[in-house]
């Protein structure tokens, strides 16, 4: 057993041609999912019971299993089912790729929801009753100024999702996708070399975690800085 | 849903394998965090920096990723070492259950040992001063003062991570381990219904979930029975 650096500088190429499939996974899952949690948390706090028990319902289901399976569920479940085959989402489930955008967005969805949830519960009453007492409207009050305010708060546990997908974007690799891992994948089976590659992939994630980090950590001094006592 | 007949003892018998997988990686998780927690905690400067660099690495690195390296290189370490002493042997490989473990808590150590650290400095200094002045020796302070007051802060928090914990299970599959997504495959491979194994994995899944979820309600009680107003 030896420790080949050559493999090293010869892999790392390879394995970069599939960090734009790992972007595109990233941030359409992102912004889509994202999208999905505010809906979710629109009807979760809408008081009507018809529209946020089954997002409860939802989020239990969706946070209670392993996203592995629900990858597998859409992927390999789906085409069993007839009405889907049918459809006018098949062309979109047929792919791998798309179903697993379909699964990381249904996935994270679920979670963002629950962190927007946390962060508009955080927002102070008085505030809110303070718009009441100006007269703005209920719809009013929400954008202007609890949307806000629960933003800046749910944003450090926005960015630990959003870190989170990163991470489950490697299961990709699991439906025949070609991202990153998947191509990691690919090169330790032809040269049975795990620790040179897996390692070196290991630290291109751990750079962009830094990074994701570093982005929002900026977003959140940015933010915040009204609060910030002036130096 | 015929379909299922006839696989029930296997889906039971690899239930019972997430189970135990869950246990055994359960003890090690705890145990790695309270060794992550001390050592971030330490005045030692090497302890220290070695504790960093372990919850950066395993929280910044998909999981999936982690338990390829494992098993594929303790495989390709043990064959190497197996060939030194009997050059006929051709693959030696680590138990996918002992290498599935060992990455799991290995991984969700890293999130808790962040938690016990927060828990640990949640222990108010007075009570520890009161032990000592006691004459309780460093070990009896720790064992009778701060863990008692520690775990009761880390509970809501490690009832996350034992979500977490039971959900990566699923990844377990992949190197090989007959739990319940390997025993779908199986299944699936005779009846052809993947739709219908894989929903009855998910909703194994989403029973441990909730087995889990109450079970930590029950020891948040349990935990804080002190608290509660005699009625």
């Known amino acids: 057993m030896s420790f080949d650096i050559a493999l090293i500088i010869d892999s790392i190429p390879k394995m970069l041609m599939g960090i734009g499939l790992t972007f595109q996974l990233l ?12 809906i979710l948390l629109l009807m979760r706090i809408s008081g009507r019971w018809y529209l946020s028990v089954p997002t409860m319902i939802y989020i ?5 299993t392993p996203i592995l399976v629900q990858i597998f569920i859409i992927y390999y479940g789906f085409p069993q089912l007839e ?48 718009g009441a007492a100006l007269g703005i409207s209920a719809t009013h009050r929400f954008i202007h100024i609890t949307a806000p305010i629960a933003i800046r708060l749910c944003l450090p546990a926005y960015s630990n999702d959003v ?9 990709a690799s699991t439906i025949t996708l070609l991202d990153m891992t998947g191509i990691a994948r690919t090169i330790v089976a032809e040269t049975y070399a795990p620790y040179e590659v897996f390692v070196s992939l290991m630290v291109i994630y751990l750079i962009l975690t830094w990074f994701i980090q570093r ?3 900026w977003i959140e001094k940015r933010m915040s800085r009204h609060i910030r006592e002036e130096v | 849903m015929e379909a299922i007949t006839g696989w029930w003892d296997d889906f039971f018998w690899g239930s019972l394998v997430v189970v135990e997988l869950f246990f055994v990686a359960l003890i090690l998780t705890v145990l790695f965090g309270l060794i992550g927690a001390a050592a971030k905690l330490s005045k030692n400067r090497v302890a220290h920096a070695i504790a960093n660099g372990y919850t950066i690495i395993f929280r910044g690195t998909p ?7 494992f098993y594929f290189g303790s495989a390709i370490t043990l064959t190497a070492i197996a060939q030194a002493f009997d050059p006929e042997v051709k693959f030696v490989d680590f138990p996918p259950f002992w290498a599935g473990s060992f990455a799991i808590a290995l991984i969700i150590g890293s999130y808790a040992t962040e938690t016990f650290r927060g828990a640990f400095l949640g222990v108010e200094p007075g009570q520890v001063e009161a ?59 005779t009846t052809g219904k993947p739709f219908t194994m894989y929903i009855l994995v998910g909703a194994i899944y989403l029973g441990f979930s909730t087995i889990i979820t109450l079970s930590v309600m029950l020891l948040e009680r349990y935990a804080n029975r002190h608290l509660e107003i005699a009625s």
């Open chain 1, 27 to 38: 941030f359409l899952s992102l912004a889509l999912g994202t999208a999905l949690a505010i």
């Open chain 1, 60 to 64: 239990y289901i969706f946070r209670g």
């Open chain 1, 83 to 130: 009405f889907i085959r049918e459809s006018i989402f098949w062309p979109i489930l047929r792919e791998p790729f798309g179903c697993a955008i379909v699964a990381l967005t249904l996935n994270t969805g679920a979670y963002v929801s629950e962190i927007f949830r946390g962060g508009v519960i955080g927002v102070d009453r008085g505030l809110k009753e303070a």
């Open chain 1, 163 to 171: 870190i989170s997908l990163q991470k489950s974007t490697a299961l």
């Open chain 1, 215 to 217: 982005s929002f950590g």
């Open chain 2, 63 to 69: 999981e999936i990723l982690v338990l390829l390296l």
């Open chain 2, 131 to 189: 032990g000592r002045a006691l004459g309780l020796s460093n070990l009896q302070t720790f064992i009778y003062i701060r863990i008692p007051a520690m775990w009761r802060l880390a509970l809501p928090p490690f009832g996350n991570h034992m979500l977490s914990l039971i959900k990566d299970t699923a990844l377990v599959a992949i190197i090989g381990l007959e739990e319940t997504l390997f025993v779908a495959e199986q299944a699936i491979g």
